[in-house]
């Protein structure tokens, strides 16, 4: 069966620090990746997508994920973290009947 | 371009009742999913509709439904509401109806169960 897993459920740094953001999925085809941003009270918005072609993939706001298949991850980074950059993070897969499979969000904390 | 816009934000409703929350999509976007955030259970795909037509659907049990309308625009019902359908929901559209096109999500209605 198709799933996401974000192993961390709760990471904290501290401004100005480097981030990853883990994420292993479960495909049995060529994944459509996700990484989704969710702050208080909003919606989710799109980072970064990965389809096919270059397994780095730039995203909005610095951030940028890399597609290893041999690994089954699509880990986030971001090199210099900002306290804007609070917030829960999801990683999706993107599946023909089940539209979006969302693991269970990382939220980042951001210290001063 | 407007985005996506989900009303209402917040309900409140008892058990037994049911409520319809209702998703107007980016214009242009004639695809339209609906999930389902929890604590628990984190978040789950409900369904999607495709110019008129339910294409995929979660697992959800059949209390939950939805339709979409001529202009895209679309409703979920619950009926017979209970104390765990409390959750966020969260509509997202897209142009196209296949996994790989970007959905562009509200910011959802809270609907809280007494």
């Known amino acids: 069966a198709q799933s996401v897993t974000q192993p961390d459920i709760h990471i904290t740094v501290s401004e100005g620090a480097s981030l990853e953001l883990r994420c292993n999925y479960s495909?049995?085809?060529?994944?459509?990746l996700f990484w989704y941003v969710q702050s208080p009270g909003q919606g989710l918005q799109l980072l970064l997508k990965?389809?096919?072609?270059?397994?780095l993939v730039q995203g909005i706001k610095g951030f940028e994920a890399e597609f290893k298949r041999s690994q089954s991850s699509f880990n986030l980074r971001k090199p210099s973290v900002h306290w804007s950059d609070a917030a829960e993070y999801f990683c999706a897969v993107g599946a023909s009947t089940d539209k979006l499979i969302f693991g269970t969000g990382t939220r980042l904390q951001v210290f001063p | 371009k407007a985005g996506v816009t989900q009303t209402p934000r917040y309900l409140i409703k008892t058990r037994g009742q049911q409520v319809t929350l209702s998703c107007s999509p980016i214009?242009?976007?004639?695809?339209v999913s609906w999930y389902q955030q929890t604590p628990g259970q984190g978040l789950q795909f409900l369904f999607e509709y495709f110019s008129e037509t339910q294409r995929n659907k979660g697992n959800f049990p059949g209390r939950f439904s939805g339709r979409q309308f001529s202009n895209s625009r679309s409703e979920m019902n619950v009926s017979t509401l209970e104390l765990g359908d409390s959750a966020l929901y969260l509509c997202?559209?897209?142009?196209?109806?296949?996994?790989?096109?970007?959905?562009?999500f509200g910011p959802g209605t809270r609907l809280t169960v007494l």
């Open positions: 214009s242009g976007h004639r695809s």
């Open positions: 990965y389809f096919s072609g270059d397994t």
């Open positions: 495909y049995g085809a060529t994944p459509y």
């Open positions: 997202a559209s897209s142009f196209l109806a296949d996994s790989y096109n970007e959905q562009f």
